[in-house]
Structure formats: C-alpha cells, structure tokens
C-alpha cells in the first residue's frame, strides 16, 4: 500500500523483531493442577496468599541463560560499539542520570536489577507479551531482588523475589504469593523505547547496560509476522488485534490501553485518568515514552491481548 511505509513504521517494526522470543527459551508447558510439590510451594517458590487462580500458572522449561541482571555494568556512550543506530533500546531518565538497557540484551534476560540516580529500580520484559515495565523495587524499607520463575500466567511471565521467594505477576503489578501478596510496586515515568542513535543525541552522558548478547535482532522474526500466540489466555477482546501494541495505564480502578499507531499518528497525548495527568509521547523515528503518569498508576508497554487478559475492564482510548 502507497504511503504505509512510513520511517516511524518502519523504526516500530525493527523494534518488533528485536523483542521476539527466543525459541528453545519456553519449548513446553503444562497446566499444573495437582502437579504440585507440596502444600504452599511450587517448585520451591512460597505461595502463601496466592492471590490468582492456580490453574491458570504455566509451566516453562526456561534456558538456564535467562537469569536475571544484578547492577550491571554500564559504559559510557563513547565506549560502546556493540550496537547498531538502528537497535532498540528502553531508555530511563531519573535524576539526572540516563541509561539505555538495549531490547536485545532485555530478550534473553528479561530482568534488571540496577540503581540509577540513586534509586533502585527494576526494568522487566517478556517477549511472550511484548511487555516491559520500569519500576521501583523497594517496599517500604525493604529492598527487593527478582529473577524470572519459569512460570507463566496469562503469557505473561511471573517473577520472583529473593528475599522471600514469593512471586510476582509483570503485567499485573503485583506480589501474587509470599509476605507481600496483593501489595504493588511503584512505576518509574521518564522511560521510553526508542533507537540507539536517538537516545544517545536525547542524552549523550548517558551509560548503557554492557553484556554478552546486548547487540543485535532476534532471528524469530514469524512469532511477530503472525497472528499466534504461544501461551494460552483465558479471554480475548477483538476491539483491537491481539498482538496490538499498546501503552497500558491503570490508576484508581480504572484501565485504558493506548495504541502505540494512534500514538505515533498523534505525536502526543495529554489525558487524564481519574483526574490525574496521563502524558505519552512519541516522535517521527518511532520512538514512545511515558512522561508522566500518577506514581501508584499502573504503566507498561504490550502487546494488547497480554494487557486485556489481565485489566478486562480496559477502556481503549
């Protein structure tokens, strides 16, 4: 189609194939009933409190390689030559400190555990659900250390703390067993997704996250070409494709999911939830950030069947 083919499309799109799975990561499931390993505990993991239906956790056979990152090494930008202008990366802004966290890298580890302009936060992705999320990992005076579980609900991944092994959903934002079930973690504003090169002219002091694995696409280009998805949900929505991307807010009860094509047509959204401000923005490059949203609101980038399956109550705006 004439005129579809637009330089921020393409930039999305590129964006899209950096974010695939990585066959062999997740190669099998099964929903596991009964197939417990003793009361409370699911392969070690604390489910005092669970707070979701327990059927509905999948079983993942993870590569031992996705581990999580603890306080990553970053270099300076003038120091990094693994990856191309072109490649994506989530970049947040806190305090004057900026770093990028490259998609690739974010693929096979899917979890962050870093410290920026003093802050400790987590930065947390899951190719399944095209999902990422920057949050503060501290509850009250208790800081906090995930890793990924191998678990799954809803396709979307499940995470867990090690301090008290209780788990947690990404997409649903919250401890779902453990000491901290049904208690929440704060987003972070100042994150987007953009090109390497954008970000570096936005902030040329910033570090970027170094490791083997950091550069380059995902080869599983067909996960995004179609319409499949690998791990079941319990409830579709067709206002809107299933592998629509949006920007997912919740705050005080209420849902909208923003579709990132509206967003980049519109350049700029000013909105409010529940009286409080929503600003999301993006650029001709195809670069999305969320600028503002209230602290205890709910914010992620993903895809629309992963949001929906868990805020069925979502408006579209």
Not at 256 to 268: D, F, I, M, N, T
Not at 280 to 305: K, M, Q
Request: glycine share 8%.
């Amino acid at each position: 189609m004439d005129g579809f083919w637009t330089p921020g499309r393409a930039v999305f799109v590129a964006f899209a194939l950096a974010l695939l799975i990585p066959l062999g990561v997740w190669s099998c499931h099964d929903r596991l009933g009964d197939d417990l390993r003793a009361a409370g505990t699911l392969d070690g993991f604390n489910l005092d409190g669970l707070q979701i239906d327990r059927s509905k956790i999948l079983h993942g056979i993870v590569d031992k390689r996705v581990t999580a990152l603890w306080n990553p090494e970053a270099l300076r930008i003038e120091n990094v030559g693994f990856l191309l202008p072109s490649d994506m990366v989530l970049g947040v802004s806190l305090n004057g400190q900026a770093r990028a966290y490259p998609i690739g890298m974010l693929t096979r580890r899917q979890v962050v555990n870093d410290r920026l302009g003093g802050v400790p936060i987590a930065v947390f992705y899951c190719p399944l659900s095209n999902s990422a999320t920057v949050v503060e990992r501290r509850i009250d005076d208790e800081l906090l250390e995930f890793e990924v579980s191998g678990f799954l609900y809803e396709s979307n991944v499940l995470l867990y703390d090690h301090q008290h092994r209780g788990m947690w959903s990404q997409l649903g934002f919250a401890a779902i067993s453990g000491p901290h079930a049904g208690r929440r973690l704060w987003h972070i504003n100042s994150w987007e997704l953009t090109t390497y090169d954008t970000w570096c002219a936005r902030y040329p002091d910033s570090t970027v996250v170094s490791i083997e694995g950091s550069g380059g696409r995902s080869a599983y280009a067909s996960y995004m070409r179609n319409d499949r998805i690998l791990f079941p949900v319990s409830q579709h929505d067709n206002r809107l494709p299933d592998k629509t991307p949006v920007v997912g807010v919740r705050n005080r009860g209420i849902a909208r999911a923003y579709p990132v094509e509206q967003l980049l047509a519109a350049g700029l959204i000013l909105d409010e939830i529940a009286g409080d401000p929503v600003v999301l923005r993006a650029s001709s490059d195809g670069s999305i950030s969320i600028d503002e949203a209230p602290r205890d609101a709910f914010v992620a980038h993903a895809f629309w069947f992963a949001w929906f399956a868990q805020h069925p109550d979502t408006e579209v705006y």
